[in-house]
């Protein structure tokens, strides 16, 4: 089955740190064009950072030099590092597989940062 899933969410205090991952069951991973997006009660979905086949980044501002991208081809899995977290950053984040043929979503894993 062609999904993608996330873990790795969960409660930090301020100032913490916690790792998202996001496993692809794809064909060709290294094709796909990567994502992290996240969703707070009440707003929009909206981009954290994606990550293209090249390994080229692209953040929002609101995580720039806090949050970091990656991705592991031979795994084909991404992850997202976030750093001093803080409680606007509380949200659920989902994972995106993207490519000329599929436009996949995960499930989404909960982040929450108290304060």
């Known amino acids: 089955q062609v999904q993608v899933v996330e873990s790795g969410g969960g409660l930090v205090h301020s100032g913490g740190s916690l790792r998202l991952s996001c496993a692809a069951s794809?064909?060709?991973?290294?094709?796909?064009?990567m994502g992290w997006y996240r969703q707070a009660p009440g707003k929009q979905r909206e981009l954290v950072a994606t990550v293209t086949s090249g390994g080229r980044t692209n953040y929002a501002d609101s995580v720039k030099g806090r949050f970091t991208i990656s991705r592991n081809n031979a795994k084909s899995t991404v992850y997202l590092q976030m750093n001093s977290l803080k409680p606007e950053d509380t949200a659920v984040y989902y994972c995106?597989?993207?490519?000329?043929?599929?436009?996949?979503w995960g499930q989404g894993t909960q982040v929450t940062v108290s304060s």
């Open positions: 995106n597989a993207n490519s000329s043929r599929y436009d996949l």
């Open positions: 794809v064909s060709f991973f290294s094709m796909y064009v």
